[in-house]
């Protein structure tokens, strides 16, 4: 029998409430299983008067990550394309800062300890699978996870039983039931599961002003500390201010700082959270001298330009074509993420290189050698279809030019030598895992790129498999 690999987590209560004074979060359905349960609803409840509130979840997707107006605001959140069970930690904050109307300043507020208006629910989500059991031909078989019984199901004359069951996180063995007339048969299945636990981190508030900074919340499960955490920072100096419902920092901006990433970390694990906000200033125009009689020009308008944050990366592989079209390639690039759509566009270019060899002969007429070597030009978009934590997963599209040299040379003719022009395609799927500012990047791309001359018919295209990295400055 298999082991079924699961998340360790603790498992929390379908109804949580946030840290006074009044941030209280309830969901529906109550009870979530992973791959039948595809929206979950949560209501927000919030002192009347208070700002937007903003959400952030260590998994998953919100329709919308901001919701204004009344007391109660609901968000529509996406569980995670998983089947394994895990916790979900999500965190909702009052954007507005101010006091509320007939509503004093709290103790923590007043003590610089950072926004109280703020909640976080821990949802465990159930994972649906199957449980596969050898027992007695033609036994009744019940599986009892978690106090909860799933079956009866009937052996087959091979005494094979499958039985669907739902597994919370943090359950370590199921037991099984087998009965077959007055026989009866009860067995402990350990569930193997791993020791990953989630984490969420938020800046706030958004843009993050460059004087008098903000603050960084850091929330996981029930008892975290500032010691179970490494924090690795840009832009910004942190400094801990309290550890009660969750980590809260006071975040202060450095002087020629634009932006602020903060990636959190488990100590000993691989467990991660990334928070990055844009940093907002304010500046005050010189005053205006008017000397009659001359009429003051008034001032430009300022220009407004989102920042295009820019890479660079190297990718290196091979290409898989038919004949003798297989070969080496690479390619070094650079890509400008615009501001806008959550930065998951990216526009890219990239130079690489692409090389060709055949060695045969022909009959009795001697030996051949063949070389190409093309150097590809191509302008590409890379579209964001996954994000998490560390993980994120593209879809790249694009094309370009297609420079080649040709080189063949015999035993029975002179060499010739050509080179030409020729056009390139691509689509590809890449992988990336996060590493602060570098990435580690995996892709799989299928090109089309016909190389024709009176000499040549060849293709530079096919399917290439890629291994690189990306670094952002």
């Given at each position: 029998?298999?082991?079924?690999?699961?998340?360790?987590?603790?498992?929390a209560a379908p109804l949580a409430r946030a840290a006074p004074p009044g941030v209280t979060v309830s969901w529906t359905p109550e009870r979530v299983v992973l791959g039948q349960d595809s929206r979950v609803a949560l209501k927000v409840r919030v002192p009347k008067g208070s700002g937007p509130v903003r959400g952030a979840a260590s998994s998953g997707t919100f329709t919308r990550e901001r919701v204004e107006g009344g007391e109660v605001r609901v968000f529509e959140w996406t569980p995670p394309p998983v089947r394994y069970p895990l916790v979900a930690v999500l965190a909702f904050w009052v954007e507005?800062?101010?006091?509320?109307?007939?509503?004093?300043?709290?103790?923590?507020?007043?003590?610089?300890?950072?926004?109280?208006?703020?909640?976080?629910?821990?949802?465990?989500?159930?994972?649906?699978?199957?449980?596969?059991?050898?027992?007695?031909?033609?036994?009744?078989?019940?599986?009892?996870?978690?106090?909860?019984?799933?079956?009866?199901?009937?052996?087959?004359?091979?005494?094979?039983?499958?039985?669907?069951?739902?597994?919370?996180?943090?359950?370590?063995?199921?037991?099984?039931?087998?009965?077959?007339?007055?026989?009866?048969?009860?067995?402990?299945?350990?569930?193997?599961?791993?020791?990953?636990?989630?984490?969420?981190?938020?800046?706030?508030?958004?843009?993050?002003?460059?004087?008098?900074?903000?603050?960084?919340?850091?929330?996981?499960?029930?008892?975290?500390?500032?010691?179970?955490?490494?924090?690795?920072?840009?832009?910004?100096?942190?400094?801990?201010?309290?550890?009660?419902?969750?980590?809260?920092?006071?975040?202060?901006?450095?002087?020629?700082?634009?932006?602020?990433?903060?990636?959190?970390?488990?100590?000993?694990?691989?467990?991660?959270?990334?928070?990055?906000?844009?940093?907002?200033?304010?500046?005050?125009?010189?005053?205006?001298?008017?000397?009659?009689?001359?009429?003051?020009?008034?001032?430009?308008?300022?220009?407004?330009?989102?920042?295009?944050?820019?890479?660079?990366?190297?990718?290196?592989?091979?290409?898989?074509?038919?004949?003798?079209?297989?070969?080496?390639?690479?390619?070094?690039?650079?890509?400008?993420?615009?501001?806008?759509?959550?930065?998951?566009?990216?526009?890219?270019?990239?130079?690489?290189?692409?090389?060709?060899?055949?060695?045969?002969?022909?009959?009795?007429?001697?030996?051949?050698?063949?070389?190409?070597?093309?150097?590809?030009?191509?302008?590409?978009?890379?579209?964001?279809?996954?994000?998490?934590?560390?993980?994120?997963?593209?879809?790249?599209?694009?094309?370009?030019?297609?420079?080649?040299?040709?080189?063949?040379?015999?035993?029975?003719?002179?060499?010739?030598?050509?080179?030409?022009?020729?056009?390139?395609?691509?689509?590809?799927?890449?992988?990336?895992?996060?590493?602060?500012?570098?990435?580690?990047?995996?892709?799989?791309?299928?090109?089309?790129?016909?190389?024709?001359?009176?000499?040549?018919?060849?293709?530079?295209?096919?399917?290439?498999?890629?291994?690189?990295?990306?670094?952002?400055?």
């Amino acid at each position: 029998m298999r082991p079924l690999p699961l998340l360790l987590l603790l498992l929390a209560a379908p109804l949580a409430r946030a840290a006074p004074p009044g941030v209280t979060v309830s969901w529906t359905p109550e009870r979530v299983v992973l791959g039948q349960d595809s929206r979950v609803a949560l209501k927000v409840r919030v002192p009347k008067g208070s700002g937007p509130v903003r959400g952030a979840a260590s998994s998953g997707t919100f329709t919308r990550e901001r919701v204004e107006g009344g007391e109660v605001r609901v968000f529509e959140w996406t569980p995670p394309p998983v089947r394994y069970p895990l916790v979900a930690v999500l965190a909702f904050w009052v954007e507005d800062g101010a006091p509320l109307p007939g509503v004093a300043p709290s103790k923590a507020e007043a003590a610089g300890s950072g926004p109280s208006e703020v909640g976080v629910v821990r949802i465990p989500l159930l994972g649906k699978t199957q449980l596969d059991v050898s027992t007695d031909a033609g036994a009744s078989v019940v599986v009892e996870v978690d106090g909860k019984h799933f079956g009866p199901v009937k052996a087959d004359d091979r005494g094979r039983a499958r039985v669907p069951v739902e597994v919370p996180p943090g359950v370590l063995s199921a037991s099984v039931l087998a009965t077959r007339d007055t026989l009866r048969t009860r067995a402990a299945i350990p569930l193997d599961p791993p020791t990953e636990q989630p984490l969420v981190a938020a800046l706030l508030p958004s843009p993050l002003p460059a004087t008098g900074g903000g603050w960084l919340l850091v929330a996981g499960e029930e008892g975290l500390v500032h010691g179970d955490v490494e924090l690795s920072v840009e832009g910004a100096r942190l400094s801990a201010v309290s550890e009660e419902s969750l980590l809260r920092y006071r975040v202060t901006p450095k002087a020629d700082a634009t932006a602020i990433t903060v990636t959190v970390r488990r100590k000993g694990q691989d467990d991660t959270a990334r928070a990055v906000a844009e940093l907002t200033r304010v500046t005050v125009p010189p005053p205006v001298l008017v000397q009659p009689p001359v009429t003051p020009t008034p001032p430009p308008a300022p220009t407004v330009a989102g920042a295009w944050h820019p890479s660079v990366f190297v990718l290196v592989g091979g290409a898989f074509a038919s004949g003798a079209n297989t070969g080496p390639m690479g390619a070094v690039g650079v890509s400008l993420v615009p501001p806008w759509w959550r930065e998951r566009l990216a526009v890219e270019l990239e130079a690489g290189l692409r090389r060709v060899t055949f060695d045969g002969g022909v009959d009795a007429l001697g030996s051949v050698h063949s070389r190409v070597l093309a150097v590809p030009v191509l302008a590409s978009v890379r579209v964001g279809v996954f994000q998490g934590a560390a993980v994120s997963l593209y879809g790249r599209a694009g094309g370009g030019l297609l420079p080649f040299q040709h080189r063949l040379s015999s035993d029975f003719q002179e060499d010739v030598k050509e080179s030409k022009l020729a056009g390139m395609g691509f689509l590809s799927f890449q992988g990336a895992y996060r590493l602060g500012r570098w990435s580690v990047l995996a892709e799989v791309r299928g090109a089309w790129a016909p190389a024709r001359t009176p000499w040549l018919d060849a293709q530079l295209g096919g399917l290439s498999g890629l291994l690189g990295a990306r670094f952002e400055p």
